[in-house]
């Protein structure tokens, strides 16, 4: 039961009073995930970030897009770096919830939830993110893949570490992104399958690319046959198809009572790879 909601200025004072109440401590963002999965039984306090301004602001530093652990997906969608530098990303955060919701609830949040389906995570795995981490042994940066541990579990100790930053290589010449979705109509749920990619281009050829799905594992997905097909080629629809068929050939799909039959995602699958691809090498020319 809560006895207490706290507001450490610091992340230093928010680690030291996580560790300090052992494991009955819990940080509190936005709130849109804790106040729904949390069990109030195990505890105590509520830490709430909101007051320490390191976690605030989105900036570019040394080739690099940084962005505070405290940023909502409105901010995110709506800010002119993130739709010039990562159109996925912004595309990706315009998609979550509802606007109250968005409001809210923050990149970070969505990350340590650990839901294999959640949009920002998605894109932001496409942008290759690094996720800065500071708990009581210190601080450590790791890649965001690495952040998941199973279905709604991360490899972070949210009771005993702390998520400060995110940040993504800035945008290099060549280089276009975008994100697809496949999501219930008229409602306000995770969606049923979702892509993201990021190519670079040169010459009309695709030089390197990173094209992601979910929900098709505990996190966001990596489809590596896609990838490698796509190295070398024109950048046209038909190489576009041919990619998001071996994507949907590479992964096995199961049947999800929330979301759709297994058939009907590796059907759609290819289509939403296709159209990503196409906005992505669109968007590189902007």
Known sequence: MIQEYL???????????????????????????????ENQSETDYYLDLGRIDDLHGIAERDGWIVIGANTTHSQCAAHPLIREQAPVLAEACGKV??????????????????????????????????????????????????????????????????????????????????????????????????????????AGKVERAVVVAAPLAPGPQRLTAAEEYLVGREATEEHFAEAGRLAAQSVKFRDSAVRC??????????????????????????
Not at 108 to 137: F, H, Q, Y
Not at 171 to 181: F, M, N, T
Not at 268 to 285: F, K, M
């Open 7 to 37: 507001f450490p200025s610091t992340v230093d004072e928010a680690v030291a009073l996580l560790n300090g109440h052992a494991g009955r401590a819990r940080i509190f963002a936005g709130g849109t995930d804790i106040l729904l999965t």
């Open 97 to 202: 919830g509802s606007t109250q919701i968005r409001n809210v609830g923050t990149l970070a949040g969505n990350i340590v939830s650990a839901n294999p389906a959640a949009d920002s995570a998605v894109a932001l795995t496409a942008l290759e993110a690094v996720v800065t981490v500071v708990g009581p042994d210190g601080r450590r940066e790791t890649p965001i893949g690495e952040l998941y541990a199973g279905v709604g579990r991360s490899t972070l100790d949210s009771r005993r570490e702390v998520i400060t930053a995110i940040k993504f290589p800035a945008r290099r010449a060549g280089e276009g992104s975008a994100y697809q979705r496949l999501e219930l109509r008229r409602g306000l749920a995770l969606p049923m399958l979702c892509a993201a990619v990021k190519i670079r281009l040169a």
């Open 261 to 286: 039959g297994g058939d009907y995602r590796q059907r759609v699958l290819p289509v939403l790879i296709r159209r990503a691809l196409t906005s992505a090498a669109a968007a590189e020319n902007r």
